[in-house]
């Protein structure tokens, strides 16, 4: 091997790594700002509950879900342009599996995410029960 290609492949390397490193330099030091926050707030008497507010998933389904149809995306990409016998069929069929996955993930956290929001109905008042009604009479109500 020839310097000039080892200094290529040192390269690649580099770049491969570099998004890494810098995601963990900026993870740190968030993590050391957050440090330095609480304990300013600490030394200031601020109770602990007030330091940090609960942490709202929000939709979490949406972005498994899309996880997902993008590794199945570069999946099927991988079984359209792979040549036959080389690495690239198990390339295709993990990324396809693992996509399924995530899908699957999405939607059962869709399903049995708590609903935290009204729906429109009942924000446009038309399963409100009435004053000293029970919910048995209303839904007779209802469906007469």
Same mark, same amino acid.
Request: hydrophobic share 45%; aromatic share 4%.
């Given at each position: 091997?020839?310097? #000039?290609?080892?200094?290529? *492949?040192? #390269? *690649?390397?580099?770049?491969?790594?570099?998004?890494?490193?810098?995601?963990?330099?900026?993870?740190? +030091?968030?993590?050391? #700002? !957050?440090?330095?926050?609480?304990?300013?707030? =600490?030394?200031?008497?601020?109770?602990?509950? !007030?330091?940090?507010?609960?942490?709202?998933?929000?939709? #979490?389904? =949406?972005?498994?879900?899309?996880?997902?149809?993008?590794?199945? *995306? =570069?999946?099927?990409?991988?079984? +359209?342009?792979?040549?036959?016998?080389?690495?690239?069929?198990? *390339?295709?069929?993990? +990324? =396809?599996?693992?996509?399924?996955?995530?899908?699957?993930?999405?939607?059962?956290?869709?399903?049995?995410?708590?609903?935290?929001?009204?729906?429109?109905?009942?924000?446009?008042?038309?399963?409100?029960?009435?004053?000293?009604?029970?919910?048995?009479?209303?839904?007779?109500?209802?469906?007469?």
């Amino acid at each position: 091997m020839s310097p #000039l290609q080892a200094f290529g *492949i040192a #390269l *690649i390397v580099i770049a491969a790594a570099a998004p890494v490193i810098i995601a963990g330099v900026v993870y740190y +030091l968030k993590k050391r #700002l !957050e440090h330095k926050q609480i304990m300013a707030a =600490i030394e200031k008497g601020t109770p602990l509950s !007030e330091l940090r507010p609960p942490k709202q998933n929000g939709r #979490l389904w =949406i972005k498994n879900v899309t996880i997902g149809i993008a590794l199945l *995306i =570069i999946g099927t990409g991988f079984v +359209l342009v792979a040549p036959r016998g080389g690495p690239s069929p198990t *390339i295709a069929l993990v +990324l =396809i599996g693992v996509g399924a996955a995530w899908i699957i993930r999405g939607v059962l956290n869709r399903k049995y995410q708590p609903q935290s929001q009204p729906s429109t109905e009942d924000v446009a008042g038309e399963n409100k029960n009435p004053v000293g009604a029970s919910a048995s009479e209303s839904s007779q109500q209802a469906n007469e």
